[in-house]
């Protein structure tokens, strides 16, 4: 028996208008759960994310420390008989040592390993820049704030020195600061818990003494 084609018709017509109503309902909770789900993932920590966030905020400082010394520095070198007017080695002086103050409050702790006794050893010169170390017992604990402390008082020193009309002064006060700089630097490298640097063809550098 052949059914009358409007109620074929019909029939087709509430089908379609179901599906229209049922599928992107059942599309968008298949679709809300999805994102959900990415959410709560994405929430996780990253692994060792406190490590390596400390590894980042340590050459933060560092370069926070870098620049207004280099800038200092700069000035000196370019002024005529290394010699600042007392309000520009002011102002230069000033964000020295709030850099330094900045990274003094956030500098590494660098305790040895219990039981091991610190090595009493100058900070490293440049030509004996030792490569970061795996083992805490190698840092002597103070390290970087022991070179933060020496880095402010050459850069004092500078300061007098740029502002006293005497540019025989100029140039120890400059060594001074740069050698103080480079101590900065690597005793916040060593003290840092940072990889050992794995460039190809990089010398490999002495451990301090």
Known sequence: MRLPARRIATSALCATLLLGVTGPAAVAADSAS?????????????????????????????????????DLLTAVLKADGG????????KLST??????????????????????????????????????????AEVPE????EALVALEKATDGLVKAVTSDDAAQVTP????????????????????????????????LPKAP
Do not use: K
Request: no cysteine; aromatic share 0%.
């Open 34 to 70: 999805a994102p959900a789900h990415t959410r709560a993932a994405s929430r996780a920590p990253l692994p060792d994310a406190d490590a390596l966030l400390g590894q980042v905020e340590s050459l933060g400082d560092l370069g926070g420390v870098v620049v207004p010394v280099t």
């Open 95 to 136: 964000s020295v040592q709030d850099a330094i103050d900045h990274a003094t409050a956030n500098a590494p702790s660098t305790a040895t390993t219990p039981g091991t006794a610190a090595p009493s050893s100058p900070l490293p010169q440049a030509s004996t820049l030792p490569a970061p170390v795996d083992g805490r």
């Open 173 to 204: 006060a400059v060594n001074a600061v740069v050698a103080g700089l480079v101590n900065a630097v690597a005793a916040t490298l060593v003290g840092s818990e940072l990889p050992a640097p794995d460039l190809a063809g990089l010398p490999s």
């Open 83 to 90: 010699q600042l007017p007392h309000s520009q080695a002011a």
């Open 142 to 145: 103070g390290l970087a704030d």
